[in-house]
């Protein structure tokens, strides 16, 4: 499998906690991209981050990428129980196809 | 309305039946793919199309076929389903020309017996 892996596999942490999750992948990537995917329902893209990028923001979320480790984080600060939901990460080399991690599943206690 | 649609929702079949899974989109997207998700696993590719024409394997294309009738629709079919087709089954659109974001249906329900 080409699967790639996200660690921890879960997360549990008080609202307004920031939260943490990694994924390392296998291959050579053009880019990486986050999605969020909450109980049983469709997955949302939050964020791509380029192979040339380290760093990249959006609102709450901040991904880096180290491309030498071949490994990504994404950290959501100031959690609230609205994010509470899997996030995978998912590369992509070549022909655009996307790779999946195996998630994290993060639960915000109120 | 939804971007991509599928149908149905949630299905329940018998081991040996034939079964069809369809995604609709009105995003006026060229690319096509179906998933399935497993626990534990992430999601995995079963097949991908880039326009009509063109349909490619994914990583687990076996006992299943595709069919993209239409730039708007792909149809995934179980041409025999077996109880380890259980799972939940996702379509996705992207569009060639605009990035690599892809965009997910709600997801279909299927239970094997």
């Known amino acids: 499998s080409q699967q790639g892996e996200e660690d921890p596999q879960a997360l549990s942490i008080q609202e307004g906690e920031n939260a943490t999750m990694n994924c390392s992948y296998k291959t050579s990537i053009n880019n990486l991209q986050w999605y969020r995917q909450n109980s049983g329902r469709g997955l949302v893209h939050l964020i791509l981050?380029?192979?040339?990028?380290r760093e990249k923001h959006s609102g709450r979320l901040r991904v880096t990428l180290d491309t030498s480790k071949k490994s990504s984080s994404l950290l959501i600060t100031a959690s609230r129980a609205a994010d509470t939901a899997s996030y995978f990460c998912a590369s992509v080399f070549g022909n655009e196809k996307l790779t999946f991690g195996t998630g994290t599943r993060l639960t915000i206690i109120p | 309305d939804a971007d991509v649609t599928q149908t149905p929702r949630n299905r329940i079949t018998k081991t040996g039946k034939r079964i069809m899974l369809e995604c609709s989109q009105t995003?006026?997207?060229?690319?096509m793919y179906w998933y399935r998700q497993d626990p534990g696993l992430g999601l995995r590719l079963i097949y991908y199309s880039f326009d009509v024409k063109d349909i490619n394997k994914g990583e687990i294309s076996d006992g299943y076929s595709v069919s993209r009738q239409a730039q708007a629709k792909f149809s995934l079919s179980l041409e025999s389903a077996i109880p380890n087709q259980t799972a939940l089954y996702f379509c996705?659109?992207?569009?060639?020309?605009?990035?690599?974001?892809?965009?997910f249906g709600p997801g279909t329900r299927l239970l094997v017996l």
């Open positions: 995003k006026g997207h060229d690319r």
């Open positions: 996705a659109t992207s569009d060639s020309l605009a990035g690599e974001t892809q965009y």
């Open positions: 981050i380029r192979s040339n990028e």
